[in-house]
T-cell receptor, first 112, second 117 residues
Framework: GEDVEQSLFLSVREGDSSVINCTYTDSSSTYLYWYKQEPGAGLQLLTYIFSNMDMKQDQRLTVLLNKKDKHLSLRIADTQTGDSAIYFCAESLSGGYNKLIFGAGTRLAVHP | GAVVSQHPSRVICKSGTSVKIECRSLDFQATTMFWYRQFPKQSLMLMATSNEGSKATYEQGVEKDKFLINHASLTLSTLTVTSAHPEDSSFYIC?????????????FGNGTRLTVT
């Protein structure tokens, strides 16, 4: 079945770069997403990448996709305390229904 | 950008009562909305797909008589937790994307925290 895996925790110093990694299994996924969740809140779409792209950059965020290895990463440059949250990787299933399968989430802790 | 509004944000109810949660797309129309459930410190689990004007599609293991879904218009889906029990306490989140944009990403509401006492 479909599965998305992420490391559960990442701690970085303020100002450093953060890299959150994700692996997925559905090779026919059309889109892969990164969502951010702050405590007690819903999910905020950060960015997404189409499966025929290798990289997408949006301000401090860089997404890298290695389709051969089914590996997705999110790099946050100049990480700030406000970036502390849980980051979810998700893949859309083939079939066009836009159903997402989520990873367990990576808790990013930013310390001074 | 696409905004999804969910109401209420928090509800506490007694065991045996029913609770209705609303999900609205504020600036777009959505023929399909999705309901997720999130347990503490866990990922989101898709419960059901809400289809405007027709029956919802439930994921395996989700009781359709327990979690009633109504999608009466292109901007509103409701989830009713019937005869709630403490094990139904959870964070429920809805999502939607514009129907007229192919492969538009899903946007999520802020979630509803349900506590059943």
């Amino acid at each position: 079945g479909e599965d998305v895996e992420q490391s559960l925790f990442l701690s970085v110093r303020e100002g450093d770069s953060s890299v959150i990694n994700c692996t997925y299994t559905d090779s026919s996924s059309t889109y892969l997403y990164w969502y951010k969740q702050e405590p007690g809140a819903g999910l905020q779409l950060l960015t997404y990448i189409f499966s025929n792209m290798d990289m997408k950059q949006d301000q401090r965020l860089t997404v890298l996709l290695n389709k051969k290895d089914k590996h997705l990463s999110l790099r946050i440059a100049d990480t700030q305390t406000g970036d502390s949250a849980i980051y979810f990787c998700a893949e859309s299933l083939s079939g066009g229904y836009n159903k997402l399968i989520f990873g367990a989430g990576t808790r990013l802790a930013v310390h001074p | 950008g696409a905004v999804v509004s969910q109401h209420p944000s928090r509800v506490i109810c007694k065991s045996g009562t029913s609770v209705k949660i609303e999900c609205r797309s504020l600036d777009f129309q959505a023929t399909t909305m999705f309901w997720y459930r999130q347990f503490p410190k866990q990922s989101l689990m898709l419960m059901a797909t809400s289809n405007e004007g027709s029956k919802a599609t439930y994921e395996q293991g989700v009781e359709k008589d327990k979690f009633l879904i109504n999608h009466a218009s292109l901007t509103l889906s409701t989830l009713t937790v019937t005869s709630a029990h403490p094990e139904d306490s959870s964070f429920y989140i809805c999502s939607a994307s514009p129907s007229d944009i192919h492969n538009s990403p899903l946007h999520f509401g802020n979630g509803t925290r349900l506590t059943v006492t």
